[in-house]
Every structure is written in C-alpha cells, then in structure tokens.
C-alpha cells in the first residue's frame, strides 16, 4: 500500500515560478526523501531529511517536515522548463529495513 | 563514481516466459533494492538484498525471485510472465547504514509482457 501521498497530482507553472508540492504518510518514518523522474526514466534523488530534522536545503530546493502533522512540502524555486517531471516523496521506518514507500507523485509541468 | 547500472534497459517477451533482470550497484554500496513501477500501482517494492541475503521482502508472487552476488550485482528473475508484469523495473543501491539510507536508482528497465 502507498503510505505517501502527494498533493496536488499535477502543477502547471510558468518558468520563474515556484512550486510547491506536499507530501502526507501514514506511520511514523525514520527518513523522508524527494525523488524526480523525467518521463519513464529512473528516479534522481534530490533531498533526504531525517525525522528529526524540521528544514533542508539544496540549492534551488527548500524541503519542510512536521512530524507532528505527518507532512513534508517540497519548494522549488524560480522554476525552469527543465525541472518539468513527476517528484515522489518516499519514506523509510529505519533500522535494518531499508524498503522505501512511495506516493503516487506529483506531476510539475513548467512551461516556458 | 559511476552510478547504478541495470541491463537491459528494454525487454519484450510473451506470457508464460521468465526473464531475469541486472543491476550493479554504486561501488561501495552493498545494499541493493528493487521496485516495480506500473501506472495504476506506482511505485513498489519487490525485495531487498545485502550481503547476498535477502533482508527485506514486499507483498509480489513467488514468480518474483532475487539474488545478490558477493561483488553486490544483482539479479531478479520474473518466472511465468502474466501480462501484468508489464512495468518499469528499477533497482536502487546504497550504503548499509539507517542513518545514511539516501537510494540511488538505476535507469530500469523496461519489461513489456505480451
């Protein structure tokens, strides 16, 4: 079963705008990472934050955790047409197991 | 470093045919993972391998099956293909360590079962 779920399941923005895109699971997790995947290719990793983080950046990426609310958000800012791909937020519950749930994706189109 | 590797990219086979499929991992990471990917099911996964022992293993038939080699390469063979095995087949490396459990994914490769 998917325990992430991501909100909205499409954006469409135009280049230089930001995204924001939200992320709910179900159990408590020990990691929570952001994915991209350009149509039908594999996934790039783009941030990993720790359950007991609250706040990450990388670059052009801004990535939130609230534990509490059990929800994680992923800013991109100043979009580009390049960053047009589906992002999945994945979670683990740590220890030896290292199986990662997914959500369902959301699908960001920039538009030039 | 070179990243995570999986052959072949694309495959086409009839029901009823097995396939097995490859990946090598990130050099150094010894923890290899395996997802199946279809439209109506996203993302999901399959099984887990470290130190050539399987360690984690997800809700697929027995038709699914995996090893891991002592160079960490792995391989997962889908025996008795049913037109819905039909997906993207990715495999994920890295470092045994719950506090560093970052996944990087390989290309996949593409099964198409008809």
């Known amino acids: 079963s998917q325990q992430g779920e991501e909100d909205p399941q499409a954006l469409s923005i135009q280049e230089g705008e930001n995204a924001t895109m939200n992320c709910s699971y179900k159990?408590?997790?020990?990691?929570l990472q952001w994915y991209r995947q350009n149509s039908g290719r594999g996934l790039v990793h783009l941030i990993l934050?720790?359950?007991?983080?609250r706040e990450k950046h990388s670059g052009r990426l801004r990535v939130t955790l609230d534990t509490s609310k059990k929800s994680s958000s992923l800013l991109i800012t100043a979009s580009r047409a390049a960053d047009t791909a589906s992002y999945f937020c994945?979670?683990?519950?740590?220890?030896?197991?290292?199986?990662?749930?997914f959500g369902k994706g959301t699908l960001l189109t920039v538009n030039p | 470093k070179a990243g995570v590797t999986q052959t072949p990219r694309y495959l086409i086979k009839t029901r009823g045919q097995q396939v097995t499929l490859s990946c090598s991992p990130i050099?150094?990471?010894?923890?290899v993972s395996w997802y199946q990917q279809t439209p109506g099911q996203g993302l999901q996964f399959l099984f887990e391998?470290?130190?050539?022992?399987?360690?984690n293993k997800g809700n697929f038939p027995g038709r699914f099956s995996g090893r891991q080699f002592s160079n960490s390469r792995s391989e997962m063979n889908v025996s008795t293909l049913e037109l819905g095995d039909s997906a993207l087949y990715l495999c994920?490396?890295?470092?045994?360590?719950?506090?560093?459990?970052?996944?990087?994914f390989g290309p996949g490769t593409r099964l198409t079962v008809l």
């Open positions: 391998y470290f130190s050539e022992t399987q360690r």
């Open positions: 934050i720790r359950s007991n983080e």
């Open positions: 994920a490396s890295s470092l045994d360590s719950p506090q560093r459990n970052e996944q990087f």
């Open positions: 994945a979670t683990d519950r740590g220890g030896s197991n290292y199986k990662l749930t």
């Open positions: 159990t408590s997790i020990n990691n």
């Open positions: 050099s150094g990471h010894r923890s």
